[in-house]
């Protein structure tokens, strides 16, 4: 009567002995009179045939330990009973299971309802024993994922597959080599993984234990984020461009303010020299015009000589003035064509020389000398332009009674062309300003020029895709080589 389960005791001719009130209450008795002498398989209602179909009499005689479960439709419960044996007979022990067996019943839905979600999810998913880390179940998207068939995945350890669990970043190589069950696991991990057949995936990944058939296992979702992290990469790719792009618009900004600023500073420079140079031989030929007026007896003839060379000196620097404008203005508009002919090299140079004799100052000479071939082939006027730019120079900023050497060579294709004065010279300090626009020396302020030529000269030499270099100190003057092509 003590114990909590139902028991009931037969003899051995099968019929009952004895009932406690626990087992009246479950099989639906109201008192002990109800059984006591009943045949054993009467002693509940309903179940004769069920019981007959099991052999039941037969294992007792044999007196084989039996257990099974029966339902009780009257009462709706489950019983699960057991046989066992004494002296003068046997007895059954009866257990109410219904609650175990409804829990078991809602498992198997509940597990039954996971297997079709698990299976028909369009997110790849995979599930692990948490001891051993053997492969369990997979769906079909995790199988089109990496490539596998299903025989190859069962049963296999997942460490020895590329996808998922085995994935090595961050902290979580070292968490994985631990049995599973003792993982910390957490959430949305990425990691970049391996198909079949080598293809990188980008995955997002998540980890979670859950029982199975009272087993712990390891569910892991897999999404397939490669599109993903192709758009970001796009777009970081992008990201870059654009602010390449942004720098180098900004560069280029900065680049037209300093070269507005620049461009400004020469607009006031060119003004101002402007005005003087064109002011100081507008002046002289004025002056010169009336003096010559004033001398108009025969004996004055020396002195209106001189005055009429000062006009045209002064007409002179005007139209070099001139010359170097629109010559500027051609060079940055790019309107110069390149015309190259054949040509003497050496009769050339001569030629220029002899033009150059009417603006030397007194005592000045030009000595001219050439070495190698004579025949080139280049294009005569920008060349002109070149000779005439420095050879005005070199007779401008040398003194009276002072040599200008000019030499041409010609090697090996090259064409080398010198100029040497024994002039003022250009300050260390300021000789790389000196192929500048509108750039004057500081020692050169008192002499007639406009800044202009040897930047023309520069630009020249450039269309020709020669070079220019020069070597100067002040009052020893100064040595400007060319170099271009035959």
């Not at 179909?53 to 339902?71: A, E, G, H, P, V």
């Not at 004799?357 to 004579?374: F, P, S, V």
């Amino acid at each position: 009567e003590g114990t909590g389960d139902g028991f009931i005791s037969f003899d051995f001719d099968y019929r009952c002995t004895y009932i406690n009130e626990i087992a009246i209450h479950m099989l639906n008795g109201k008192e002990k009179s109800d059984f006591i002498g009943k045949y054993f398989l009467d002693t509940i209602p309903g179940m004769k045939e069920s019981l007959e179909d099991m052999n039941l009499q037969r294992k007792i005689n044999d007196r084989i330990q039996t257990s099974f479960d029966l339902y009780m439709p009257k009462r709706g419960r489950w019983l699960e009973i057991r046989t066992c044996y004494h002296n003068t007979g046997f007895a059954f022990i009866y257990r109410d299971i219904t609650e175990r067996r409804q829990r078991t019943e809602e498992l198997r839905k509940s597990e039954e309802r996971f297997s079709k979600s698990f299976h028909s999810s369009p997110i790849a998913q995979m599930i692990t024993r948490a001891d051993n880390r053997i492969f369990t179940d997979v769906n079909d998207r995790f199988l089109k994922l990496f490539g596998y068939n299903r025989e190859e995945v069962i049963g296999e350890a997942s460490v020895n597959f590329s996808p998922a669990v085995n994935i090595k970043i961050n902290t979580v190589e070292k968490k994985i080599k631990l049995p599973l069950r003792k993982l910390d696991l957490t959430s949305n991990n990425e990691a970049t993984v391996y198909t079949k057949n080598g293809t990188p995936v980008d995955i997002l990944f998540s980890s979670e234990n859950i029982m199975l058939n009272k087993n712990e296992h390891v569910l892991t979702t897999i999404v397939d984020i490669s599109e993903k992290k192709k758009a970001e990469k796009e777009l970081q790719r992008a990201n870059e461009e654009l602010e390449s792009r942004v720098e180098d618009r900004t560069i280029e900004l900065l680049q037209a303010l300093e070269y507005e600023k620049e461009l400004n500073e020469m607009k006031s420079r060119f003004v101002t020299m402007a005005s003087h140079e064109f002011r100081t031989p507008l002046s002289t030929i004025l002056s010169s015009i009336e003096l010559i007026e004033r001398y108009a007896k025969p004996e004055n003839e020396d002195k209106r000589t001189k005055h009429i060379k000062r006009i045209k000196s002064s007409i002179s620097n005007l139209v070099d003035i001139l010359n170097d404008f629109l010559s500027l203005e051609k060079l940055e508009q790019n309107k110069i064509e390149i015309l190259k002919n054949e040509f003497n090299l050496r009769v050339f140079s001569s030629d220029i020389a002899d033009e150059m004799k009417d603006i030397l100052k007194e005592g000045q000479k030009i000595i001219y000398t050439h070495k190698g071939e004579e025949i080139i082939i280049q294009d005569k006027r920008i060349l002109k332009n070149i000779y005439l730019n420095l050879l005005s120079n070199a007779i401008k900023y040398s003194s009276e009674n002072k040599n200008i050497q000019l030499q041409t060579e010609i090697i090996q294709n090259r064409i080398f062309i010198r100029i040497i004065d024994q002039g003022i010279g250009i300050p260390a300090e300021e000789q790389s300003k000196i192929f500048t626009k509108l750039f004057r020396a500081n020692n050169a302020s008192n002499i007639q020029g406009t800044g202009l030529g040897l930047s023309i000269v520069k630009r020249y030499v450039e269309l020709l895709e020669g070079t220019i270099v020069f070597a100067s100190q002040i009052d020893e003057g100064s040595t400007f080589t060319v170099q271009i092509d035959c």
